[in-house]
């Protein structure tokens, strides 16, 4: 390869345009006595749809194909949702627990504990009662909404000097675990808000903790036991 070949070879890599049949014709080229092969262009039928085989040509050039009018067709994906619902009759208050009580060997155990810790005030006791991931996804969630560990407590202090929280239904789906309650009026006809809320549980080691795990889970933002739907259809795209 003579030295006006490699010169211009090098001045291209430098500026990122070499490529492997460059360095191929600068070897063809001194193999042939300077000689540049000329371009070949294969020619297809149909002077619509000829596009042309070197690399500016092609690139401004679109080829041109006929076809039928586009028809719109549907592809439908069924996932099922298989759960085990049970009903607590009667409903079970959940009650303060006495102090020095902890226990989260099953869901419900834990329900009571948790909720001991929120009429106490407790936040942090409260907290450690999410699994890790759930619990820094809750923190975010709180600090986004301005809501501090303080206005939780006054939150919680005010609502349970009025209101009982009753567990009404036990929903088991795969290794989760949600209970449904609702809250009831302390005095008076002690009359059920009828807003059906879930807590969802998974079992970590021997102990059962809160997660946000299914917070955008189809079952859990549907609530079939609560809305009675049991189809959901969706438009992907």
Do not use: C
Request: aromatic content about 10%; charged content about 25%.
């Amino acid at each position: 390869m003579n030295t006006k070949n490699i010169i211009m070879i090098m001045a291209g890599a430098m500026l990122g345009m070499v490529s492997q049949p460059a360095l191929s014709y600068g070897m063809d080229q001194e193999k042939k006595g300077q000689e540049a092969p000329k371009e070949e262009e294969e020619f297809v039928y149909g002077k619509s749809d000829y596009v042309p085989q070197t690399l500016p040509s092609a690139i401004i050039a679109t080829p041109r194909y006929p076809m039928s009018n586009a028809t719109s067709k549907v592809i439908t994906v069924v996932d099922r949702y298989l759960y085990d619902e049970s009903k607590y009759s009667p409903s079970v208050i959940v009650s303060r627990l006495p102090d020095g009580i902890e226990d989260t060997s099953t869901p419900e155990k834990t329900m009571f504990s948790r909720t001991t810790a929120m009429i106490n005030g407790d936040f942090d006791l409260y907290s450690s009662y999410w699994d890790k991931e759930s619990l820094a996804f809750s923190t975010r969630e709180f600090a986004a909404r301005k809501m501090t560990p303080e206005k939780m407590v006054g939150n919680w202090q005010g609502s349970f000097r009025q209101l009982n929280m009753v567990m009404l239904r036990r929903i088991d789906f795969g290794d989760y675990v949600v209970l449904v309650y609702d809250l009831e009026q302390k005095q008076g006809a002690k009359e059920k808000l009828g807003m059906e809320l879930p807590v969802i549980f998974q079992k970590e080691g021997q102990e059962w903790r809160a997660t946000q795990a299914l917070h955008e889970d189809d079952l859990v933002v549907t609530s079939p036991w609560v809305s009675g739907d049991h189809k959901i259809e969706v438009t992907v795209r």
